[in-house]
């Protein structure tokens, strides 16, 4: 049986949140072809992770017995979600652009996962574990577009879950999903459409492909 780890950010639900829909779709694809198969899912906004503290940072380079009551505490919590990771066959992460980057949520997740020496270093425990991203925003930061430079997710995101943890990375980036309801991009909304449609078919393209690799 395989598992599927489905982390999602957005503060939005239904069909307000442009990630969380595809999200789905990229699920329900998955659960399709894995009937027998097992789904851990963290929604971040509505059960946020602890931002990391001094605790739960220093507790990673300390002996478990030079740990203190509060450093084992915080520790057990990371390693909670280590385990998820690693024992994921796929991830699946939902990741809205917010003021430029990434939910706090999302980075308080990461912070807890990267751990010297286990998830990140010279051999990353969960390296190779395929991970999808749907990276959606309310304009556009594609290659030559005037706000190209502000674009800091996949950017980000590429660093963290390729460089650092070694993760097979994919995108998925739902675009201009502001138009609709922002007059001054009416002119966008066909665009929008467009690349909403197209998010939603490579949800379930890549879920169906990745289904069949990792029963290969």
């Not at 059960?47 to 915080?74: L, N």
């Not at 991970?131 to 290659?143: D, I, L, Q, T």
């Not at 879950?161 to 998925?172: A, H």
């Not at 665009?191 to 949800?203: G, P």
């Amino acid at each position: 049986m395989t598992t599927l780890l489905h982390i999602d950010s957005s503060v939005f639900y239904g069909e307000a949140s442009s990630s969380r829909s595809v999200t789905a779709a990229f699920r329900k694809t998955w659960e399709e072809q894995h009937p027998e198969g097992t789904v851990i899912y963290r929604d971040l906004a509505a059960a946020p992770v602890p931002h990391i503290t001094a605790d739960a940072w220093s507790a990673g380079y300390a002996a478990p017995i030079e740990r203190t009551p509060e450093q084992s505490a915080a520790f057990a919590a990371r390693v909670t979600l280590i385990e998820e990771l690693e024992q994921a066959d796929a991830i699946l992460i939902g990741a809205p652009m917010y003021n430029f980057s990434i939910p706090s949520t999302l980075k308080a997740w990461l912070d807890s996962v990267l751990l010297l020496g286990r998830t990140a270093g010279e051999a990353p425990s969960a390296q190779g574990t395929p991970v999808v991203v749907v990276a959606s925003r309310g304009g556009s930061y594609a290659p030559g577009t005037p706000r190209e430079g502000y674009e800091f997710v996949q950017n980000y995101l590429e660093a963290v879950l390729k460089g650092t943890l070694g993760l097979d990375l994919d995108f998925i980036v739902p675009e201009l999903t502001m138009a609709p309801r922002n007059a001054a991009m009416s002119d966008l909304v066909p665009l929008y459409e467009a690349s909403r449609r197209r998010a939603l078919e490579d949800a379930t393209t890549k879920a169906e492909e990745l289904a069949e690799r990792l029963a290969a």
